[in-house]
């Protein structure tokens, strides 16, 4: 069973940095692309970042780039995802997801995520 | 990228069908078959449910069923169930590795 858990959220002041981490299990890590989608509270979900199975290709949604930075260790089978510059709109649950990419652009698996609250 | 536009709310009986549409434009829902659609129950991740417009997932009832015309997705629920009400949202590939979500619709079985 395809088992993914969030951690690393919590509440951190404007201009502040999180490290999130998903830890992954059930599957064959290193052999899938993983991404992070968020979901502002009360609002729909956004994509924000993936990261090819090897770790070398990243793509980051307008919104976030050059403040976060998608990365894995699959000798951990962990994704993470630190977030620098953090701001009052970037409040939201994050879900990390095994993600189809290339070829279908799918979001197979999900976690359960983690809350992410920027304020001062 | 705007984000994909659906309708915030549907309901139907129970037995009955409901379609939610997804529209974008062409540099998005209409210029490829990447649509995939995701229920989420409140508090709950998200779970696919169908894929590529209209592949369905192993362990997802075929009362769930996907199809496209020009800009516009659409999923349909047939033979409503209690345990169909959830959120729905549409994803489509966008170009440039980016992936655009739709806003969201309530599905409300009566």
């Known amino acids: 069973e395809v088992q993914l858990l969030e951690s690393g959220g919590g509440l951190v002041q404007p201009g502040g940095s999180l490290r999130l981490s998903c830890a992954a299990s059930?599957?064959?890590?290193?052999?899938?692309?993983m991404t992070w989608v968020r979901q502002a509270p009360g609002k729909g979900l956004e994509w924000v970042s993936v990261?090819?199975?090897?770790?070398?290709?990243?793509y980051y949604a307008d919104s976030v780039k050059g403040r976060f930075t998608i990365s894995r260790d699959n000798s951990r089978n962990t994704l993470y995802l630190q977030m620098n510059s953090l701001r009052v709109e970037d409040t939201a649950v994050y879900f990390c997801?095994?993600?189809?990419?290339?070829?279908?652009?799918?979001?197979?698996?999900w976690g359960q995520g983690t809350l992410v609250t920027v304020s001062s | 990228q705007s984000a994909l536009t659906q309708p915030p709310s549907a309901s139907a009986s129970p037995g009955q069908s409901v379609t939610i549409s997804c529209t974008g434009t062409?540099?998005?829902?209409?210029?490829?078959?990447?649509v995939s659609w995701y229920q989420q129950h409140p508090g709950k991740a998200p779970k696919l449910m169908i894929y590529?417009?209209?592949q369905r997932p192993s362990g997802v009832p075929d009362r769930f069923s996907g199809s496209k015309s020009g800009n516009t997705a659409s999923l349909t629920v047939s033979g409503l169930q209690a345990e169909d009400e959830a959120d729905y949202f549409c994803?489509?590939?966008?170009?440039?590795?980016?992936?655009?979500f739709g806003g969201g619709t309530k599905l409300t079985v009566l």
């Open positions: 997801a095994q993600v189809v990419w290339s070829t279908s652009y799918r979001f197979e698996q």
């Open positions: 059930g599957f064959s890590f290193s052999s899938y692309a």
């Open positions: 990261i090819g199975a090897g770790g070398n290709a990243k």
């Open positions: 062409s540099t998005d829902v209409g210029g490829y078959n990447y």
């Open positions: 590529e417009v209209s």
């Open positions: 994803t489509s590939f966008a170009g440039s590795n980016n992936v655009i």
